[in-house]
């Protein structure tokens, strides 16, 4: 990774780990989520990276990004039909909150900026994105959603969409390194 | 612990090599192996098997995988919580993977029948 892909990758993990007010030096900590707030965040941030796959589906013709891309849909979704059926089950109305919300803007904008890209601009920004939120919702998953999540089966599901992402977030810094 | 898992581990093969003469069936009799799939892995990454034996692939996780032959000689998608097949044809050291997740990979060691 050269030093400008490392240095907006940085700057690219801040932006979005302030969603989670997990920035160091943040000046109030985020209250603990609760388990309909905890559903929202993880069935949110699934949607928002479904949609920047699909962004990706429309603008790139990098065969690498589109399977990339196309992994993406297949997982998110995957995990987001268990969470429905979870929360159906446990008859809790997901919540939204305020790290939902600026994770939505967050990745609104991202897109925004997405979009205006194209060719192999467009796949670096991608792939980059693609590697810090991914990063991101690991974090926050380790050390705020799993810890704080009370239901026995939201939590084993949490942990199960880590995992998931952990690979995510390898392959994309992996794709990273090939997308010139 | 199957017979064919235990008999791969190398320093038992000789001690071994008795029990599974006597134990094996001959010629013509394939076995199925039952393999899981499971955390992003392939849980049995270092299997040994006989050509004409079949894999049965069980996804335990709750995205689907592929198992993918690096030769082509399989590729098959398993959806989450199903199973899938193959059967072994060529003898040697198959190395497959998962072409969804490319950091999961493993290798079947397959004995001539
Ligand atoms: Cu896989």
């Given at each position: 990774m050269d030093i400008l892909t490392t240095v907006r990758h940085a700057a690219a993990t801040a932006f979005v780990l302030a969603a989670f007010g997990t920035t160091p030096g943040s000046a109030q900590p985020a209250p603990k989520p609760t388990?309909?707030?905890i559903a929202h965040i993880a069935y949110t941030a699934d949607d928002?990276?479904?949609k920047n796959a699909k962004l990706a589906l429309e603008k790139s013709r990098n065969k690498e990004v589109r399977a990339f891309a196309d992994d993406m849909v297949r997982d998110h979704t995957a995990v987001n039909v268990r969470a429905l059926a979870l929360v159906g089950k446990l008859k809790v109305t997901p919540e939204?909150?305020?790290?939902?919300?600026s994770l939505v803007k967050q990745q609104d904008a991202e897109r925004a900026k997405l979009a205006s890209l194209s060719g192999s601009a467009f796949d670096k920004?991608?792939?980059a994105n693609e590697a810090a939120y991914h990063g991101a919702v690991n974090g926050a998953l380790e050390t705020t959603l799993i810890p704080a999540s009370q239901n026995a089966e939201l939590?084993?599901?949490?942990q199960s969409g880590l995992g998931i992402f952990q690979e995510h977030q390898k392959h994309a810094e992996h794709l990273a390194?090939?997308?010139k | 612990m199957t017979r064919r898992q235990a008999s791969a581990r190398r320093p038992l093969a000789l001690a071994y090599c008795a029990l599974v003469v006597a134990a094996w069936p001959g010629p013509g009799h394939a076995e199925t192996l039952r393999l899981t799939i499971e955390n992003m892995a392939f849980a049995d990454a270092l299997a040994s098997a006989r050509v004409g034996d079949t894999i049965e692939w069980s996804n335990l996780d709750i995205v689907a995988h592929t198992v993918t032959a690096r030769d082509g000689s399989f590729d098959i998608v398993i959806l989450p919580g199903k199973t899938g097949r193959t059967v072994l044809r060529k003898a040697g050291k198959a190395t497959f993977y998962c072409r969804y997740h490319s950091s999961m990979a493993g290798k079947i060691d397959i004995r001539p029948d």
């Open positions: 388990d309909p707030q928002i990276d479904i939204d909150n305020p790290t939902s919300q920004a991608y792939v939590k084993s599901l949490l390194t090939l997308v | -």
